[in-house]
DNA sequence: CCGATCACG
DNA sequence: GACGTACGTGATCGGA
């Protein structure tokens, strides 16, 4: 012990960090580690699947915690004191598999090897022994961490109490909980209760599930609560069920509610972490045959044995046992990640790759968007594990703030690196190799940081958009989702070799090692997925739309964000300042007529204002008890003669056209090329359409003056100019054309007034001299059946009472039988299969058409009927994009396509071959579905030119 | 970080 | 008949 340890300014240290308690649930870990994992047995026969699995994760466990304190606690016998309660009570559990009894044993003594301390008490499950001991423990004032996924455990969670999941490694805390329960950790007991647990045989109240308990117990609070006030509850079978079972809640409640007080002879303190013990564990590895775990053990054991003050040495004979063990163990994660720093070791996985004909590519840059970013490093992985990170602008340590003096400081580039020339030079080679596919993930990114050095990756795949076409609507599709869902691996996260909030760095500053963990395994990852979700695909027939759609409009789509579009820097300044004085104008007269100054933008206090101060009549709304201020009610209001909510409307939309539009679109100007490149993502709806954020150029305003004054900023390089195509009435084009409706069909085809026409034969006036509300009617009515018709919704939309429009949805299905047959086909195919197709075989899938709510199964029944005709117009508007820029080459015409807006596309064209630019898009768009489909109805597509976005309409 | 609001198709 | 609504997005703001 040196003298500093025991100085007195030691002594006075801060307090120190509270003692960390590791409670292992080794019999929860049985069973889930024995279905988790393939069979396997020792070659006298014995299974020891579940036993590997054990000791792998205790190994890693003690290996990677600062714990002080570990133990495993096991269950006993299969009764407890809870048959006594209940004599049901796991009653129905069959007896475990007869593969997994003789391991029941083997864990014990796994942990016996490993020299971590072990309990069981009979008449006590684990999960008993474990409250009790977190109790203790943070009594005590320690953190706790429970190593278990049973659901069972998370009533313990809290400040001081946390949870792990063994076999995902990931942690599970009040948001997990929130997740799996509907309700906090604190809550988890009530909601079982309820819900009980038919794994388990806890009863509850019949009828009453998850979702229900949690919804109830958030509102009453507690079992007792609730059961107290079960005559406020308004549906009748759920008052009854509650009523007629509160025993069985109140019984159910005891059973999951765990017993923190067990009489434990011992304190949390008798299991004081103890390294593992060569003698003891090396003959356990070795008599069960776990080689792979033996050898990395064995060279644990070496290093440490080598003493403290020798070198580790990273290369030669401990680098290939190293990545021998590696080979074998769980595939990522391990040691066969290298980092390339000469051209020779870049030449040898190039060559590699080329070997292979397949290779997963990553690239590593200081931004998010591709636009602004540089490339800092690449990453390849070839097969299963085997991944290599290339750093090429990696820098010194975070900038301090300081002068940077020497010429290789802390600024600048990392020695040793390859130099960025050199690097681009070997892989350039490879990634336009058309012989070997990159596999990406969501490559339209590092297609766009390649673009930009000059290389153009092809031929490729893209596990984003494959899982897109499998899934699209049914979860996210970013590469940590995947890993998680396909791979059952939780990746490292950006923020943890990055950092978070203030303290992130850009990735040129992450050192080398994090970088090269973080960097190969997206690249393994991405491997994985491919190898993955590409035969799901194929085995689902979806190939065709991925292959034929959204691959191909990779590279088109990137084209456009890359080309940018033009903004009138000065129109929007100007406009920026008539709205602010306007708004300073505005925010005067609706103070003066409020009697006090008070936020406009804070619809708690303009609904204050209204409701309570000046008394207009409105009422609360919503969950948040606020009252309601949209649009439709301040307009109500201001139809009735009131002014205040007549001006808030116009500050409002003020308001909101300068801070989202003429102010944030100046800021998003690139500072290269003096224009605006936005971000089209291609896997982000669940119908198959783009979303555009960063900006979003996909709502800029055009349905009122003010607001078409902001498409007049968008503007073309000088002697070009803006041609707009887009595609009229298409979605319900497509809605005659799928429910077959004949009149609809031959209406289109005669190119007619649909809602003119519609009007007429709904409500039996002629097209002649048709009063316009009428036509108004009928056209509220067209856009209804796009979006699943309601009477609610139709009646909000006109202003008119339910009843009349329920009258009027009759009407028309009446005339139309066809498009209520479409409806209900469509919902069914939806319950059937869980998503709804488009024309082109999109899936877009509806989770939760069958969901018990008949509110929210209402919502996605309405959204299944929607999605086909949105989606097909999607891949409509996508299968013309894709051959626009053949089609203008061919013909020999320089325009650019620069944005979509779901059934507009936007180009830049000079202005000499506008009308030819033009005639050829209008018909590349027309023509987009053959040959795959020919529809029934003809699609037309409208053009104008002008030099702004607005006149181009 | 979520809900309300509002811009677009 | 319950439930609470038109379909699909993204950005901004206020307020916990």
């Known amino acids: 012990m040196s003298a500093a340890k025991t100085s007195p300014a030691d002594e006075k240290a801060p307090a120190k960090k509270p003692d960390h308690v590791f409670l292992i649930d080794g019999s929860g870990y049985i069973f889930r580690a024995f279905h988790a994992l393939p069979p396997l047995t020792r070659p006298d026969g014995t299974p020891v699947n579940a036993v590997l699995g054990f000791t792998n994760m205790l190994l890693k466990l003690v290996s990677d915690t600062d714990a002080e304190y570990i133990a495993v606690l096991f269950d006993t016998a299969r009764k407890n004191y809870r048959n006594d309660i209940f004599p049901d009570y796991k009653a129905h559990r069959p007896p475990p598999p007869p593969e997994l009894i003789p391991q029941f044993a083997l864990i014990r003594e796994a942990t016996k090897a490993c020299n971590v301390p072990q309990l069981e008490m009979e008449g006590f499950e684990a999960d008993d022994l474990i409250a009790t001991y977190a109790r203790q423990a943070a009594e005590a004032g320690a953190q706790v961490t429970i190593v278990s996924s049973d659901k069972d455990l998370m009533q313990l969670i809290g400040p001081q109490v946390s949870m792990l999941d063994p076999i995902k490694n990931r942690p599970i805390g009040p948001a997990e909980v929130e997740e799996k329960f509907g309700v906090g950790p604190d809550k988890v007991v009530e909601v079982q209760a309820l819900a009980g647990d038919s794994s388990d045989n806890v009863p509850g109240v019949p009828g009453i599930g998850v979702k229900t308990a949690a919804e109830l117990i958030k509102t009453y609070g507690s079992l007792e609560e609730l059961l107290a006030r079960a005559g406020e509850i308004k549906q009748p079978k759920r008052r009854e069920a509650l009523q007629q079972n509160a025993e069985l809640a109140r019984i159910s409640r005891r059973l999951v509610l765990l017993k923190n007080d067990v009489p434990v002879k011992q304190p949390f303190t008798a299991f004081a972490r103890r390294e593992p013990d060569a003698a003891l564990l090396i003959p356990f590895l070795e008599e069960n045959q776990f080689r792979s775990v033996l050898a990395r053990v064995q060279g644990q054991f070496a290093k440490k044995s080598a003493g403290d003050a020798a070198v580790a040495d990273g290369s030669g004979k401990g680098h290939a046992a190293a990545k021998q063990a590696a080979a074998s163990a769980k595939p990522t994660g391990e040691a066969a990640y290298e980092l390339v720093m000469t051209e020779a070791e870049l030449a040898r996985w190039v060559a590699a790759a080329r070997e292979k004909g397949a290779v997963a590519f990553d690239t590593e840059t200081t931004s998010i968007d591709p636009m602004q970013a540089s490339l800092v490093g690449f990453s390849l992985a070839i097969e299963t594990g085997r991944a290599c990170y290339v750093p090429v602008g990696h820098r010194g340590g975070p900038p301090q703030g300081q002068l940077d003096l020497g010429g290789d400081g802390e600024g600048g580039l990392l020695p040793n690196q390859i130099p960025l020339a050199k690097a681009l030079a070997l892989i350039k080679p490879l990634l336009e190799d058309p012989s070997v596919l990159k596999i990406g993930q969501n490559i339209k990114y590092d297609m766009t940081i390649m673009a930009a050095h000059d290389i153009a990756i092809a031929p490729y795949d893209d596990t984003m958009l494959i899982s897109y076409v499998l899934a699209g609507g049914a979860h996210g599709h970013g590469m940590d989702e995947l890993s998680e869902l396909h791979l059952n691996h939780r990746t490292i996260h950006y923020e943890e070799v990055a950092g978070t909030g203030k303290a992130q760095v850009t990735f040129d500053r992450v050192p080398l090692d994090k970088a090269l963990a973080y960097a190969a395994e997206d690249a393994d990852v991405t491997l994985r997925l491919h190898q993955v979700l590409k035969p799901q695909m194929l085995a689902e027939r979806l190939a065709t739309v991925y292959e034929t759609i959204d691959r191909p409009l990779v590279p088109v789509v990137?084209?456009?964000?890359?080309?940018?579009?033009?903004?009138?820097?000065?129109?929007?300044?100007?406009?920026?300042?008539?709205?602010?004085?306007?708004?300073?104008?505005?925010?005067?007269?609706?103070?003066?007529?409020?009697?006090?100054?008070?936020?406009?933008?804070?619809?708690?206090?303009?609904?204050?204002?209204?409701?309570?101060?000046?008394?207009?009549?409105?009422?609360?709304?919503?969950?948040?008890?606020?009252?309601?201020?949209?649009?439709?009610?301040?307009?109500?209001?201001?139809?009735?003669?009131?002014?205040?909510?007549?001006?808030?409307?116009?500050?409002?939309?003020?308001?909101?056209?300068?801070?989202?539009?003429?102010?944030?679109?100046?800021?998003?100007?690139?500072?290269?090329?003096?224009?605006?490149?936005?971000?089209?993502?291609?896997?982000?709806?669940?119908?198959?359409?783009?979303?555009?954020?960063?900006?979003?150029?996909?709502?800029?305003?055009?349905?009122?003056?003010?607001?078409?004054?902001?498409?007049?900023?968008?503007?073309?390089?000088?002697?070009?100019?803006?041609?707009?195509?887009?595609?009229?009435?298409?979605?319900?084009?497509?809605?005659?054309?799928?429910?077959?409706?004949?009149?609809?069909?031959?209406?289109?085809?005669?190119?007619?007034?649909?809602?003119?026409?519609?009007?007429?034969?709904?409500?039996?006036?002629?097209?002649?001299?048709?009063?316009?509300?009428?036509?108004?009617?009928?056209?509220?009515?067209?856009?209804?059946?796009?979006?699943?018709?309601?009477?609610?919704?139709?009646?909000?939309?006109?202003?008119?009472?339910?009843?009349?429009?329920?009258?009027?949805?009759?009407?028309?299905?009446?005339?139309?039988?066809?498009?209520?047959?479409?409806?209900?086909?469509?919902?069914?195919?939806?319950?059937?299969?869980?998503?709804?197709?488009?024309?082109?075989?999109?899936?877009c899938h509806v989770p939760g058409i069958l969901d018990k709510n008949p509110a929210r199964r209402s919502f996605m029944e309405r959204a299944a009927i929607n999605a086909p005709l949105q989606g097909t117009a999607a891949d409509i508007i996508k299968r013309a994009m894709i051959r626009v820029p053949a089609a203008l080459a061919d013909a020999k015409l320089q325009a650019r396509m620069l944005l979509q807006v779901h059934d507009e596309l936007l180009f830049e064209v000079p202005k000499a071959e506008a009308k030819d630019t033009a005639a050829l898009v209008k018909k590349v768009m027309e023509r987009a579905c053959a040959p795959a489909l020919e529809l029934d109805v003809p699609l037309v597509a409208e053009t104008g030119t002008a030099d702004n976005w607005a006149d181009a309409h």
């Not at 919503?622 to 409307?649: I, N």
């Open 558 to 843: 990137m084209a456009m964000e890359r080309a940018g579009v033009r903004l009138d820097r000065k129109v929007l300044q100007d406009l920026s300042a008539d709205f602010a004085a306007r708004l300073i104008e505005l925010e005067k007269q609706i103070h003066k007529l409020a009697g006090h100054e008070f936020n406009i933008g804070s619809p708690k206090q303009l609904g204050e204002v209204m409701f309570d101060e000046m008394g207009l009549g409105g009422g609360k709304k919503g969950k948040t008890g606020a009252y309601a201020t949209g649009a439709d009610v301040l307009e109500e209001l201001a139809a009735q003669g009131h002014d205040l909510p007549a001006r808030v409307l116009d500050w409002r939309q003020l308001s909101k056209l300068k801070s989202t539009y003429t102010d944030s679109l100046q800021e998003q100007i690139n500072a290269r090329t003096g224009r605006v490149h936005t971000s089209f993502a291609l896997a982000a709806t669940s119908t198959g359409r783009l979303s555009s954020t960063d900006p979003n150029l996909q709502n800029i305003p055009i349905r009122t003056e003010e607001g078409r004054k902001i498409r007049r900023a968008f503007v073309a390089e000088k002697g070009w100019v803006l041609l707009s195509v887009d595609y009229s009435q298409i979605e319900l084009r497509l809605a005659a054309h799928m429910a077959e409706v004949p009149q609809l069909k031959e209406a289109f085809r005669e190119g007619i007034d649909i809602h003119a026409m519609t009007a007429s034969q709904v409500f039996g006036v002629p097209v002649k001299g048709m009063d316009p509300m009428v036509r108004r009617r009928a056209k509220a009515i067209n856009f209804g059946i796009i979006y699943g018709i309601s009477a609610f919704g139709l009646a909000a939309q006109l202003g008119i009472p339910q009843g009349e429009a329920r009258a009027y949805i009759d009407a028309y299905f009446k005339r139309y039988p066809e498009i209520l047959g479409y409806m209900d086909r469509t919902k069914k195919f939806a319950r059937d299969h869980g998503y709804v197709l488009t024309l082109f075989g999109r899936r």
